[in-house]
Nanobody, 128 residues
């Protein structure tokens, strides 16, 4: 049974930091990419960042490049999203998801249809 459990959200002030965690169980990190997505009220869900846990290649959306950092701890089966310099426009529910890759090194998808499993969201609220 595949499960992804996201946590670490909360309320922070403009310019603050949070670290989200996504604990993954039931799959092998070697053949999956993990992505973070977010959905703000009234908006569509969008990709934030992705990582191939096999070769640690990463992707960041333009809106978070330079402020967010994604990493993985294979021993803990956990992917982290360190968010610094948070802005009110980062306010959203953040989701983690897993994408099955044909082999390690296959480009991690940056769109929702490429993902097979989703966790529940964690709310991030940035006050101005």
């Amino acid at each position: 049974d595949v499960q992804l459990q996201a946590s670490g959200g909360g309320l922070v002030e403009d310019g603050g930091s949070l670290r989200l965690s996504c604990i993954v169980s039931g799959i092998s990190f070697d053949y999956y990419g993990i992505g973070w997505f977010r959905q703000a009220p009234g908006k569509e869900r969008e990709v934030v960042s992705c990582i191939d846990t096999g070769d640690n290649s990463t992707f960041y959306s333009d809106s978070v490049t330079g402020r967010f950092s994604i990493s993985s701890d294979d021993h803990k089966s956990t992917v982290y999203l360190q968010m610094n310099g948070l802005k009110p426009e980062d306010t959203a529910v953040y989701f983690c998801a897993a994408a099955r890759l044909p082999w390690s090194g296959w480009p991690v998808p940056v769109q929702e249809p490429g993902y097979n499993y989703w966790g529940q969201g964690t709310q991030v609220t940035v006050s101005s």
